[in-house]
């Protein structure tokens, strides 16, 4: 008689995203051109073997931009930053490439240009995220944080006729929905971007595990405890009505979590490489799963161009902005 788990079905699409490739790319190339250390200003993505494995190489980790000394070259995180970080990393004159995801920059330029007009913003957004801290921090007032259908009723605004609404790229797309139908029904004018903010990979993703739950037991998603985007991932699962768990490494996979004969879903946040999944789909063969099978699912092209300055010796031109 097999395990406790009986087969896997792996979600199509999962894993790495375009601005997370880019973005761990971005402190490799630094490394590699510049030595190190290189100083990475917060988690370049939420993601600890990603973290620990550039640890390894080189890179430093820092919050406080005090922590990085005169002349150092400085990566911002995917996740963006405030204004107010990214002057003081030039006053200080580090040397700074940027890996704030250009769906994150989007908003960015999204906010700046409205706020010229005279808008103010409700951004929907998970309070303490670090994009959330960095796109409110475009600005230094007349931009308010929704975490919730409640915080619509009590938000306070100078002019309902000049109001816009961001939303954080890494949001539940179902609970996003919710918050902006309230939003809509108080401030009937308020300016929605052309294009939601919520990115092509967390929808995509998203779009993929409501394909999934209901064809297995159990989900596992593979992605750290800080990752937005994977721990929606396993909410949805929830709320579709199965029991979902999220695993940082394979060790976390606890064998009780599976009844005898579970088909298992597997999934991963857009910060989690595909090592880990490799990982975690080993761990499950051993725990019984006889078979892996892929969903059919969205293929994704979308690539983003790195900042200026980190081509390699020997390399031609075409993958800079
Ligand atoms: Fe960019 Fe979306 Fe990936 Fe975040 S999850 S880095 S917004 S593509």
Redesign the pocket.
């Known amino acids: 008689m097999g395990g406790p788990v009986s087969d896997v079905l792996l979600a199509e699409p999962r894993g790495f ?4 490739d880019r973005a761990i790319e971005i402190v490799e190339r630094a490394l590699t051109l510049f030595g190190a250390p290189v100083y990475v200003r917060h988690e370049i993505v939420h993601n600890t073997y990603v973290v620990n494995d550039l640890k390894a190489k080189g890179a430093i980790f820092i919050e406080d931009l005090a922590e990085v000394p005169a002349g150092a070259t400085l990566v911002f995180s ?1 996740h963006g930053v405030s204004q107010a970080v990214r002057n003081e990393a030039q006053q200080r004159g580090f040397q700074v490439f940027d890996a704030t ?1 250009p ?2 920059t989007k908003v960015h330029i999204e906010v700046a240009k409205l706020h010229r007009e005279g808008f103010e913003f409700l951004m929907i957004g998970h309070k303490g995220h670090p994009e959330v801290e960095g796109t409110m921090g475009q600005l230094s007032d007349g931009i308010y944080l929704i975490e919730g259908v409640d915080d619509v009723a009590t938000v306070q605004v100078n002019n309902p006729g000049k109001l816009a609404v961001v939303t954080q ?2 949001l539940s797309v179902d609970d996003a929905a919710a918050i902006l139908s309230a939003i809509k029904e108080r401030f009937p004018q308020i300016r929605e971007p052309k294009r939601q903010d919520i ?4 929808q995509n993703r998203q779009d993929a595990v409501k394909m999934l739950a209901p064809q297995v037991d159990v989900v596992v998603v593979v992605g750290s405890p800080t990752s937005s ?1 994977s721990n929606r991932l396993r909410e949805l699962a929830e709320r579709l009505g199965t029991p979902a768990y999220m695993v940082d490494c394979p060790e976390d996979l606890r064998p009780e979590w599976f009844a005898r004969g579970a088909r298992v879903g597997l999934t991963a946040g ?1 910060s989690a490489p595909e090592v880990l999944v490799d990982q975690v789909i080993a761990q499950l063969k051993s725990l019984g799963a006889a078979g892996v099978r892929r969903m059919q699912g969205v293929e994704e092209s979308v690539r983003f161009p790195l900042p200026k300055g980190l081509k390699l010796p020997g390399e031609g031109a075409g993958n800079e902005d």
């Open positions: 995203c375009a601005g997370v995917a995801c769906l994150v790229t890494t990115c092509y990979a967390t985007n857009a």
